[in-house]
């Protein structure tokens, strides 16, 4: 990596009200990579609950919203496959019409996945874990499907030091949040959370990484239920040690 780059975080609104300590994470590890990082004040949510809905008119001026506050953003890194996702495949066609669609696409450009933006910006793959122990991984439907990404969390935690990954049976298989799909249909939300949590739990991991807010929302809140020893942690979180 050369000279200082610069990037912004998109909190997430799930990671805002939930998990404001994967926010804090990210900001320590890309410091310490060199990374200015800043935090646009005012962010919301970015509108993919309303999207998935079918209210467009009003995501589309939540859209336009957030575009405005990344405008000037070198990179924008987002903790959550799922938010990432909304604002490079769903924005430039949310803004079109009201004349946006160009701004909304250079932000597109600029956003990435945390992990992606390790790996594929900052070309950074290895570290020491803050979470000694074997872990295993689940695929977020919207970063594996969505952005086509599974291979930069793998690489992350397949050199990460202290740990031991093991392969999740069906790592690749929704976990039963899907936004609102948990609360519309939560019957069936429950008997897909079962599955996944059976496949963690299997494979001996202390720890469950997930690289969404949503997906870890979901599981951790399931595997607390079941009182198991298991965490589900955010890969920031595994990161957040010492960079080798």
């Not at 610069?6 to 060199?34: H, K, N, W, Y």
């Not at 499907?145 to 992350?156: C, I």
């Not at 093991?166 to 008997?191: I, K, M, N, T, Y």
Request: a neutral charge.
């Amino acid at each position: 990596m050369t000279g200082r780059r610069r990037a912004s975080l998109m909190v997430t609104c799930l990671g805002d009200l939930f998990f404001p300590e994967v926010g804090v994470s990210i900001v320590r590890v890309l410091q310490r990579l060199g990374v200015a990082v800043d935090v646009p004040p005012g962010q919301t949510c970015c509108g993919l609950p309303l999207f998935n809905s079918g209210y467009h008119t009003e995501a589309a001026a939540v859209a336009g919203r957030t575009v405005s506050l990344f405008a000037d953003s070198d990179h924008v890194v987002v903790p959550s496959g799922s938010c990432a996702w909304m604002l490079k495949h769903e924005y430039p066609g949310l803004l079109s019409d009201a004349g946006l669609g160009r701004p909304a696409e250079q932000v597109a450009a600029r956003t990435y996945e945390f992990s992606q933006f390790l790996v594929s910006v900052l070309g950074v793959t290895e570290f020491t874990s803050a979470v000694p122990g074997r872990v295993t991984y689940h695929d977020s439907c919207h970063l594996l499907r969505g952005l086509h990404e599974s291979r930069s969390p793998r690489t992350l935690l397949e050199n990460l030091r202290g740990t031991e990954l093991v392969d999740l049976p069906g790592a690749d298989e929704c976990c039963g949040f899907g936004g609102s799909f948990a609360v519309r249909l939560p019957e069936v939300s429950s008997q897909i959370l079962a599955k996944k949590l059976a496949n963690v739990e299997a494979t001996g991991a202390g720890c469950l990484v997930a690289c969404d807010a949503g997906c870890l929302l979901q599981m951790g809140g399931g595997l607390r239920r079941r009182n198991s020893r298991v965490r589900a942690l955010h890969l920031a979180e595994l990161l957040d040690g010492v960079p080798r």
